[in-house]
């Protein structure tokens, strides 16, 4: 098994809270005010009523990628996003060429489905290995990261987890411990996400 490429913890680790050696912001969603759980007002009747007519099938084409070149994504069901989803958050990730998204960790457990691409993650250190069909578990708190083991070709992933619900607890723990790149190999800086996803 060939070693995960992972960047040993500065000394004294990530921290929770350190702004020391902090990296420039990638993605848009790290540095904007996003809703993470949306205020239920008004009465039962109408809330009900409001769910009921809520659509129940929403196009992942709908959205724009975001990220690059290495790593992109979109977010299809959230609260920000819609009103029939208050508990639950799934996005859907593509990595280009040996591509790999940012090192980090949150309390909120996910579920990666593999649909597309062979490749890898690193969870506290140890690696494992995934391929189409694979559903593979983050667990809790767990520092981890993606790579993609495909040299000219795309992975895609789905990824559902119930990161609102576990934000509503006070289950805050969200952090970013090394950013991905913002320059690409040539092979990556060619690629473009799938249109039809």
Known sequence: MSEAR?????????GH??????EEVVWERWQRKRVFVRALEGTYGELVSELFTQPRVYPTSD?????????????????????????????????????????????NSAVFF?????????????????????ALIVENACV???????????CITLVMKAKPLFLFMHMLFQ????????????????YTPPAEL
Do not use: C
């Open 63 to 107: 959205h724009k990628w975001k990220g690059g070149p290495g790593h992109y994504g979109k977010k299809i069901i959230n609260p920000q996003a819609v009103k029939v989803a208050q508990s639950i958050e799934t996005h859907i990730e593509v990595f280009s060429p040996m591509g790999y998204g940012q090192k980090h960790g949150h309390m």
């Open 6 to 14: 992972v960047t040993p913890a500065k000394e004294g680790g990530p």
């Open 175 to 190: 952090k970013i411990a090394e950013y991905p790149p913002k320059d690409g190999t040539p092979k990556q800086l060619a």
């Open 144 to 154: 981890h990261q993606h790579f993609s083991q495909e040299e000219d070709d795309e």
């Open 17 to 22: 809270n350190s702004q020391a050696d902090r």
């Open 114 to 134: 593999v649909l597309k691409g062979k490749g890898y993650d690193v969870h506290d250190g140890r690696r494992i290995d995934w391929e189409p069909g694979d």
